[in-house]
Structure formats: structure tokens, C-alpha cells
């Protein structure tokens, strides 16, 4: 069954292209260091240039728990979250698709 990892991201005013870099950086340090990752996308709210929604899909739940587990997850996490005014996250498995 799919696995997905999702955060809702408000960058602080003035900080969204230091924001997007930051991001990009965390999950290219992701693809590296945890096996699993299978893709991620970065998405900006059209109505709200300063929202983002992220979305990774994962082979599994245990590379998704191991990649938060990682010794050096929070440093690469807290790059991009010191840039933001309120950040949450989720985990989802797919319930059904269209395609």
C-alpha cells in the first residue's frame, strides 16, 4: 500500500525563495540518506504565495519512520521550519486514486 509524509507550510513574509531552497535541499538530503523515498513535490498556494503543501510517497511505512528517525533528520527539517510561522505534518496511506 502507498505511503505518503505531507506538511503544511507557512513561510514567514519575504522568506518564500530561501524557503523553496531550503526545502529542495531537505529532500534532495532525503533521497540520499533514506531509501524509500520513492518522490516529492512541493506545492505553492496560488491564492497565498506564502503557503505550501508538501507531499513524499514512500515504498513503506518503515523507510518513512526511518527517514524521521535518521540522526540528522531534525537539522535538515528545521532549515526549512525556522523560515516558516506555523508548519504541522501528517502521514496518509492511499485510500483509492483516479488516473
Not at 500500500?1 to 503544511?8: C, F, L, R, V
Not at 523553496?20 to 534532495?28: A, Q, S
Not at 515504498?59 to 526511518?66: E, G, K, L, V, Y
Request: with cysteine; hydrophobic share 40%.
Amino acid at each position: 500500500m502507498k505511503q505518503y509524509a505531507s506538511g503544511d507550510w507557512v513561510v514567514a513574509e519575504g522568506k518564500e525563495d530561501e524557503f523553496i531552497t531550503r526545502w529542495t535541499e531537505f529532500l534532495e538530503w532525503t533521497k540520499a540518506e533514506a531509501p524509500g523515498l520513492i518522490e516529492a513535490h512541493l506545492l505553492r498556494d496560488t491564492q497565498d504565495p506564502r503557503h505550501f503543501v508538501s507531499l513524499s510517497e514512500w515504498s513503506d511505512d518503515a523507510s518513512r519512520a526511518a527517514w524521521r528517525a535518521h540522526q540528522d533528520f531534525p537539522s535538515h527539517l528545521d532549515a526549512a521550519r525556522s523560515l516558516c510561522a506555523s508548519f504541522s505534518n501528517s502521514d496518509y496511506e492511499l485510500a483509492t486514486e483516479v488516473k
